[in-house]
């Protein structure tokens, strides 16, 4: 319903009752001539002087110009009608006879139709017209040859004939001639404009055309000589004049009602072309009727009916030509879009059959849900999901659930999300599940809300089974662990070996006194203990190394003493035990010791974790041997239960193992497989379930020194020689412990020997002092072991072949690049202080003969 402002529903309240009242008054007339006259100039003065005030108070509450101008011009007429009975009035009432005609009244009566006709061309100015078609000339002829008819046969007939009456001649024919005017206009003006503006001629026209049929009436009652003041037809006017108030008081409102809703009223031709038809036919036959109830024949009558029946005939034949070829024209259009329907149809079709190959390819489970959960559509991986669950997914009723493999906490996560989705959200997560193997998974959900007019009916479920993706980012993340030990295992160890070198050397330097026999013993200890520390974060960084191509004559007894050391004591711990049978001969291999290392140590884990699973008799056995003239082999035989036969072929592949999720990463045979085959060699397994495992890895042998024959290691003597020649050493070690070990042995032996802490302060030194030889660290605060051989060769160029590296740490890049690029003599700590005497006085011998 349109809402109105306050003021329009007062006017709009205010035309209603006035109209009401007046309709009692005329029903109900007074038996009093004189009162009846004093009620219908009354009636007429108020009903046309509230209509000008409506009128003139829309043009002030109008936005559209075009509408204001209208209002105006209809208001004027109201102003005009009013100014003729204020005097038709004052002559009725205060003279007491009416005025002579034609009058200043009369005047006034007619001016409203003038302004009512601007007012109409000024509403409908600026509106598109018809195209002028036969239709449209028919339909004009039509009306104008209507109007024409009744206005010669009620208005101009009489006058000819000499029947209408004198009194008021003019004025009469001027209200007829304005009502028919006034008519024809709106009928033309309608049958031209397809659309008309709706908030003015809409609400005005009920009122313009009351008052001009009534007037038209009048008029024609008025030459007749049988019109008399205060009839039931003088309500017309009143009724009229108020309709337009109304209107007037409404159009405001309705106008912006309009605007509001972006909507205008059609005038539709259609219409228009009916109310012509309907208005043609009821004046024809009305004038027909009035001709057989008159006494004589009138010829005129009968030529203008025959004239009117042709036209209307002519009209009715060219609508039912036109209505047929519409038809043609329809039925053409409907078998056009018919076509176009089926055409449309089949792409929707060819389409959705499509979708839903596409759906059935995608390898994930889609599925289409509605807010309790139920199965609206699904792709065959949807289908497996819900079939292959644990529980029954099927309800009553055939309908199934979407979330019916879940159960536990994956349901209850999976019901919390799927009722926010329906709230409008975007959810993702993911959720446990049992696999149709039986093993636990874990699945990633999508939930996306599928909007329909502003609602959401159902939900597009998204499910992916990433178990295989979460273990690979498992084992993925371990192997980085992994690489990071290592790193950790590398800088531990070397922080280790300064300790273990100032306690090897220590003991060295007691161990050259005369010692009680008991006290000889534990320094003894003490030495072996450090040297056998500093053989085991020698193994560590060896093990922590990362791999390279690099390749050099390695012993296989050797990597296997130092591999097997780094194990021991944890073996010993699970009461498994070792056998290391290893030839006498000591092959040897050409390969990277750390990756072989590496290779051995992984296949000791493996077997390891194989033996912790039975509880009889635990042995690792670990060979070598050689192969031939061409390779040599390394085998690692177990006790354990055995690896299926059907399992075998996929030991080696990435990631592949038997274990539990986070006990293993199911990169270590793969790790060996790769560094077998990138050294030339092969990795085999020979393994009968219940009498365990054998690998067997065979790796290629150097054919250069196949028939050199390896002497016996040398023997370190219990008491160190006695010095040949003082020799003067600068010692450069950041480790205060470690240097005053050094300074005590090697005073002890009688050498010349200063120590400094750091490269700058041997720099110093050499400026005032000259030295047989020069040990330096590595790795040390302020200026490095690499930094101090840079500033050796540019400032002492002759003391580059004295110098001796020492590092806790050879294996890491910078360093062995360091040691490689050098071309000096280095020592690893914790050395042997009887070593670093020989090799003292092997570099001063050297640079001596250089000299």
Known sequence: MMPLSRPGRVLASIALVSLVAMVVLYAFPSVDRRTVHVVADICW??????????????????????????????GAGCASFLAGQL?????????????????????????????????????????????????????????????????????????????????????????????????????????????????????????????????????????????????????????????????????????????????STPGPSTAARVVTLAI????????????????????????????????????VLYSLGVDRRYERVLEDEVASQT??????????????????????????????????????????????????????????????????????????????????AFDGELRRFEVPFQRPDGSDGTGQVLLAPVREGGRIPKVLVLVRDITEQRRTQTQLQQAEKLAAMGQLV?????????????????????????????????????????????????????????????????????????????????????????????????PKAWANGAEVQQLLLNLLINAEQALITVSDRRVITIRTMAAGEEGVELQVADTGPGIPAAIQEKIFDPFFTTKPEGTGTGLGLSICYGIAHDHGGRISLHS????????????????????????????????????????????????????????????????????????????RVLRRERFDVIVSDVRMPGMSGGEFLERLRREHPAMVNRLIFTTGDTFTADTSSLLKDAGVPSLVKPYDFVKLEEVLRQVAEAAKTST
Not at 280 to 295: H, Y
Not at 298 to 306: K, M, N, S, Y
């Open 280 to 315: 043609s036919l009821a004046g024809m036959t009305g004038m027909a009727i009035v001709a057989l109830l008159r006494a004589g024949p009138e010829p005129d009558v009968a030529i203008i009916l025959g004239v009117g029946m042709a036209i209307v005939a002519a009209r």
């Open 688 to 763: 009968v379930p219940g009498n365990g495992a054998t690998f067997t890895v065979s790796l290629p042998r150097d054919a250069r020194t196949r028939q050199r024959s390896t002497p016996p290691p040398m023997l370190i003597p219990v008491e160190a020689r006695e010095p040949d020649a003082a020799l003067s050493v600068l010692l450069i070690d950041d480790e205060e412990g470690l240097r005053r070990a050094v300074v005590s042995f090697l005073k002890r032996r009688g050498m010349h020997i200063i120590a400094v802490e750091d490269g700058g302060d041997a720099l």
């Open 45 to 74: 003065t108020w009903s046309a002087a509230f209509a000008t005030y409506c009128c003139f108070a829309a043009t002030q509450r109008m936005s559209a110009a075009e509408q204001r101008r209208a209002w105006r011009w209809i």
């Open 339 to 420: 076509r176009s329907l089926m055409s449309a149809l089949g792409a929707t079709a060819s389409a959705e059959r499509n979708l839903r190959l596409l759906m059935e390819a995608v390898p994930d489970a889609i599925t289409v849900v509605d807010r309790d959960g139920h199965v609206l559509d699904e792709n065959s991986t949807g289908r497996a999901f819900v079939n292959a669950s644990a529980g029954d997914a099927r309800e009553r009723g055939g309908r199934r659930s979407a979330l019916g493999w879940l159960d536990g906490p994956g349901a209850r996560i999976a019901r919390e999300n799927l009722a926010a």
């Open 87 to 263: 005097v038709w009035t004052y002559y009725d009432l205060w003279r007491g006879a009416a005025p002579s005609y034609p009058s200043l009244a009369d005047v006034g009566f007619l001016g409203i139709y003038a302004c009512l006709l601007v007012g109409v061309m000024t509403l409908v100015r600026g509106q598109p017209t018809r195209r002028a078609d036969p239709e449209l000339i028919l339909d004009t002829v039509l009306v104008s040859f209507t109007a024409g008819a009744l206005v010669y046969e009620y208005l101009l007939a009489p006058l000819i004939s000499g029947r209408a009456a004198t009194a008021g001649l003019v004025t009469s024919l001027g209200w007829s001639i304005g009502a028919v005017a006034v008519l024809w206009m709106i009928l033309i003006q309608m049958l031209r404009r397809p659309v008309s503006p709706a908030a003015t001629a809409t609400l005005v026209l009920p009122g313009v055309l009351v008052f001009a049929v009534g007037n038209l009436i009048y008029a024609v009652a008025a030459l007749g000589g049988t019109s008399q003041a205060g009839r039931p037809l003088d309500l017309t006017w009143d009724a009229g004049l108020l309709l337009i108030a109304a209107a007037a008081a409404v159009a405001p409102d309705y106008t912006y009602h309009l605007l509001r809703s972006s909507s």
């Open 490 to 586: 590398s800088g531990v160890a070397h922080e280790i070996n300064n300790p273990a070198a100032i306690i090897s050397g220590f003991a060295q330097t007691l161990l050259l006194d005369q010692l009680a026999p008991d006290h000889r013993e534990t320094v003894q200890m003490m030495y072996d203990e450090a040297t056998r520390i500093g053989r085991i974060t020698s193994n560590l960084l060896a093990f922590a190394r990362g791999g390279s191509k690099e390749r050099t004559l390695v012993e296989l007894n050797e990597i296997v003493r130092r591999t097997f050391a780094l194990r021991s004591y944890h073996l010993t711990t699970l009461n498994i035990t070792v056998n290391l049978e290893l030839d006498e001969a000591n």
